[in-house]
C-alpha cells in the first residue's frame, strides 16, 4: 500500500480545493517545490500532483512550478490535469514525470488513453472522479453520463498502470474515504485501483490496510496531512510495519 501525498496546483501554489470547486480553495504553501522536499524529507515514497488550472484549460498551465519539483526531489511524481494529447503526455514524460494520470480525456477520447498506454507501458494511468456515481470531467466542472465502472472496463486490457478513483463528495472535507466504493470498483477490474478524496486520519489508513482492502494499490492523503490531522510518521510506519508482515 502506497500513501501518495498532494500537491494540487493552482497559480502556482499548492492549494487544497473542497468538493473540487475552484472558488473555495485553500492555499497551503506558496512554495510547491518546497512542499514536495517536505513530503520527501518526512518519508513518503511518491508523490501526486495536479494541474488544477491545466483540468480546466485542458492544457498544461502550472508547468513552472511541476518542473521546480521534479528538480526538488528524486520522488516518483504522478500528474493529472490537462494532459489532453499524446504530445503533451510524451512531454511530461520526457521531463521526469513517472506516470501521467489522463482523466477528462479517459471519458471524451479513449483512445488516446490507449495509445498511450500502448507507447509508454506501466506509464499511464486513468483518472476517474465521480459524482453520485457518475464521472466527472474538465475539472470536475462537467458531470458525464457514464459510471466509473464502464469507464474503467475500457482500459481492462490496454496497458493502463491504475486507476484513481475520486469521491468528489467527499473530497477535502475530511469525511474518510468512499472504500465501498473504491472497493467494488477494484473488485470489478482486474486493474490496480488507487482511493482517493476525504481521506481524514489514521483510521482511513488503518482501513486501508485490512484484507478487504488488499486489492486497492494506495490512497490519496491531502488535506489530513496540511492540517495536522494525520501524522505522517505514524502513517507511514503502520504502512511499513504491514508490508514487513505480509
Known sequence: MILFPAIDLKDGRCVRLEQGDMARATVFNLDPAAQAESFAAQGFEYLHVVDLDGAFAGKPVNAQAVEAMLRAVTMPVQLGGGIRDLK?????LDKGI?????????????GLVKSA??????????????RDGKVAVEGWAETSEVTALEIAQRFEDAGVTAII??????DGLLKGLN????IALADAISLPVIASGGLASIDDVKAMLTPRAKKLEGAIAGRAL???????????????????AA
Open 179 to 182: 472504500l465501498e466504493a473504491t
Open 226 to 244: 496540511y492540517d495536522g490531522r494525520l501524522d505522517p510518521a505514524a502513517a507511514l510506519a503502520l504502512i511499513r510495519s504491514a508490508r514487513a
Open 88 to 92: 503533451t503526455v510524451e512531454a511530461w
Open 165 to 170: 478513483f475520486t469521491d468528489i463528495a467527499r
Open 117 to 130: 498506454a500502448k507507447k509508454f507501458p506501466a506509464r499511464v494511468a486513468v483518472g476517474l472522479d465521480a
Open 98 to 110: 513517472t506516470r501521467v494520470i489522463i482523466g477528462t480525456a479517459a471519458v471524451r477520447d479513449p
